[in-house]
């Protein structure tokens, strides 16, 4: 019972953040900040959601404080975010709200933690191979690669190229740890589809073995430290 409370109060918050808040609204509030009517209504659905999913009038002291406090939240948020970190505070907001929902659940329903997997050395070593693999491989690829960076190369998103890597082997890792290797068979094919078109219109031979060895030192750097975190 105490888990579905905490299904109820994240799907209050999914549906009071996402499916009834228009653009609208958040173009209002980021514009008025704490003077937006959008803000305050905002806070009156978000105590009514609550009341809906558990469809009682016996939870009004959750309502309040999930209520009160995705308010304030929100109105650090608008108080403190620039036009060039709208998203780290988007994440940092949502990040927040899913705290306070925890932490109202826990003592509402005066629900206990299970940190016991802190302890288990097969966490730790998921968690810094998970890590190895976002930045530290993406930088030793890059070194090991350097060399055979071609001269003349067409115009990309910025970074675009080092965030594929970094989501690939992750998704790879994942794969891998939860035994479905079928799936990184696929993400291979799925990869070289889209690839395929591009090398093939660009007519250089050193792009494609460029992308070619970026592409296996990737997957097999997954795979290695994927396999080195099963043992």
């Not at 890792?173 to 990184?184: I, K, P, S």
């Not at 291979?188 to 395929?196: D, E, N």
Request: aromatic share 14%; proline share 1%.
């Amino acid at each position: 019972m105490m888990e579905i409370a905490l299904l109820k109060l994240l799907l209050a918050h999914v549906l009071g953040d996402f499916f009834l808040q228009p653009n609208s609204w958040v173009t209002e509030k980021e514009k008025l900040k704490l003077r937006s009517g959008k803000l305050y209504l905002h806070i009156a659905i978000h105590i009514a959601l609550v009341f809906l999913v558990f469809f009682t009038f016996n939870v009004w002291k959750v309502a309040v404080v999930i209520g009160l406090g995705h308010g304030l939240i929100d109105a650090m948020k608008l108080i403190f975010q620039k036009e060039k970190t709208k998203r780290m505070w988007f994440f940092i907001d949502q990040i927040l709200h899913v705290v306070l929902i925890f932490a109202v659940w826990k003592y509402s329903h005066q629900a206990t933690i299970d940190l016991g997997f802190l302890q288990n050395e097969k966490f730790w070593s998921f968690v810094l191979g998970a890590l190895f693999l976002t930045s530290p491989a993406a930088i030793f690829i890059r070194v090991v690669i350097a060399k055979w960076i071609p001269t003349k190369s067409s115009a990309s998103l910025q970074d675009a190229g080092k965030f594929i890597g970094i989501i690939e082997r992750l998704l790879i890792y994942l794969f891998v740890c939860t035994r479905h290797f079928e799936a990184v068979g696929f993400l291979l094919a799925a990869k070289s589809i889209f690839r395929f078109g591009d090398l093939k219109e660009a007519h250089d031979i050193k792009l494609t073995e460029y992308v070619l060895i970026g592409t296996l030192l990737s997957f097999g750097i997954a795979l290695i430290v994927a396999m080195t975190v099963m043992l």
